[in-house]
Nanobody
Framework: VQLVESGGGLVQPGGSLRLSCAASGFTFSSYVMSWYRQAPGKERELVALITSAGGSTNYADSVKGRFTISRDNTKKMVYLQMNSLKFEDTAVYYC?????????WGQGTQVTVSS
């Protein structure tokens, strides 16, 4: 099982980034996919979640209206489009797969919002 995040980087406040997570080694289309983040000194928190077929999504209040989660089951990819980024969005962002009693995590990608 492998989850590999990419797309992080340094961006100015108000800017945008698109994170990607490439999955392999499990039946991707059967798993709920999520993005979490962890800022320095804080606990890891759920940012966004999408159901296995992509029919339903859920977002943390802090990112509603700014972030969009999506998935492509044919490519085994999940994405997080982040717009109107704020300083407080700075964190390591992790991709997570949940299903069949299993949780799989990626290694994370750093997002830094700074002027």
């Amino acid at each position: 099982v492998q989850l590999v995040e990419s797309g992080g980087g340094l961006v100015q406040p108000g800017g945008s980034l698109r994170l990607s997570c490439a999955a392999s080694g499990f039946t991707f289309s059967s798993y709920v996919m999520s993005w979490y983040r962890q800022a320095p000194g804080k606990e890891r928190e759920l940012v966004a979640l999408i159901t296995s077929a992509g029919g339903s999504t859920n977002y943390a209040d802090s990112v509603k209206g700014r972030f969009t989660i999506s998935r492509d089951n044919t490519k085994k990819m999940v994405y997080l489009q982040m717009n109107s980024l704020k300083f407080e969005d700075t964190a390591v962002y992790y991709c997570k797969a949940h299903g069949w009693g299993q949780n799989y995590w990626g290694q994370g990608t750093q997002v830094t919002v700074s002027s």
